[in-house]
């Protein structure tokens, strides 16, 4: 079975070819940072029209890498939703249009399912599982229990994870995307201990029993603390406030994901697992690409008997590759698409 996948929900044009023997026959990425850097931010209008410019050509490059003709594929996939819907329905389109002229299946992917099937691209991980998917957009733990079949058990209750990464950034000066830069600059820190002792951000409702995450608070910090250094003298150390912000923010995903393994396993669930299988903690969405936060992840999952699963840093920001295995998913499970399915600018993976 093979699956041409299409992204385009946000600011990354994302083509791939997949098989059901999880071999990535193609992988195109055209990424528009250099577009959005000027305003610091993705302007939905602008990242539409940049898909539309460049999709075309990429679909055509990724069969030719493929080796394929589009007679080849068994189905194309698109993501469908949730993300920017000028972007969506640039992509959906164009897949309902190879499919529709080459009298293939449609297959409509919800951009959460993706990323939260994407480790499944590189082995054989048994449902059910947790899912703590973290990204600009989406801060969510889920229960995972099949092919569409979702929980969910936690939720932000105001800004995402990827959020208080990129505004944070953008506060202390450095350039879009924030996340990887703050990561950067973060690991230019001599002293974590020292920097925690100078800023000392707090884990945002560390006592609460509920699983839900906030991180409102964290920015509004940040911004206390630049404007309190950051004046004539400019006592401001960028690189200890991002390396405290960081751990902060590992140790609250961290934090969350341990309660959230202790209720899956006080459910009962690892008895639905084949013998032997250790259940397993799946960590996803960009930020999963945070080497500091997957290793705050590993501790915690080692610590409950978890199994963690990222998928490798290619496939952690959005990417076709995932978007083409959630549809070989799908299709395996016979849950394809009429040709009038409509784009959802949100679309809730439960």
């Not at 940072?33 to 939905?44: E, S």
């Not at 000028?86 to 309902?96: C, E, L, S, Y």
């Not at 309660?259 to 960590?283: D, N, R, S, T």
């Amino acid at each position: 079975m093979i699956i041409l996948g299409i992204e385009t929900s946000c600011d990354e044009t994302a083509v791939a070819v997949v098989d059901d023997h999880r071999t990535v026959r193609s992988h195109l990425v055209l990424s528009q940072i250099d577009i959005h850097c000027l305003t610091g931010g993705v302007v939905p209008e602008v990242a539409a029209r940049a898909h539309l410019d460049h999709l075309d050509r990429l679909i055509l490059e990724a069969m030719k890498q493929a080796d394929l003709n589009f007679s080849d594929l068994d189905g194309v996939a698109a993501t469908c939703g949730p993300g920017l819907i000028g972007g969506v329905m640039v992509g959906m389109m164009a897949a309902k249009s190879v499919a529709l002229a080459h009298s293939k299946p449609f297959i409509a992917v919800n951009h959460l399912e993706a990323h939260a099937l994407t480790p499944r691209l590189i082995r054989d991980i048994p449902f059910p599982y947790l899912v703590l998917l973290v990204s600009g957009g989406h801060t969510q733990i889920l229960l995972a229990q099949d092919i569409g079949r979702y929980q969910l058990w936690a939720t932000t209750r105001d800004d995402a994870v990827g959020e208080c990464f990129d505004k944070s950034a953008k506060m202390m000066g450095l350039p879009y995307p924030g996340g990887p830069h703050l990561e950067k600059l973060a690991a230019q820190c001599d002293d974590l201990f020292l920097a925690r002792a100078r800023y000392p951000l707090a884990i945002p409702m560390q006592y609460s029993k509920d699983l839900a995450f906030s991180f409102s608070g964290l920015k509004t910090a940040v911004r206390q603390i630049i404007d309190r250094e950051s004046g004539a003298e400019d006592t401001l150390n960028r690189a200890y406030l991002a390396a405290a912000l960081q751990d902060v923010i590992a140790q609250t995903l961290s934090l969350r994901a341990s309660q959230a393994m202790e209720k899956f396993i006080a459910a009962g669930y690892p008895a639905h697992l084949p013998l032997g299988a250790p259940p397993a903690l799946i960590v996803c969405g960009g930020v999963s690409a945070n080497l500091v936060i997957r290793a705050a992840l590993e501790r915690a999952a080692q610590a409950q008997g978890f199994e963690l699963m990222a998928p490798p840093l290619q496939y952690c920001t959005d990417n076709g590759a995932m978007i083409a295995w959630a549809g070989v998913e799908l299709l395996k499970a016979g849950r394809t698409a009429p040709l009038n399915f409509k784009a959802r600018p949100r679309w809730p993976l439960e």
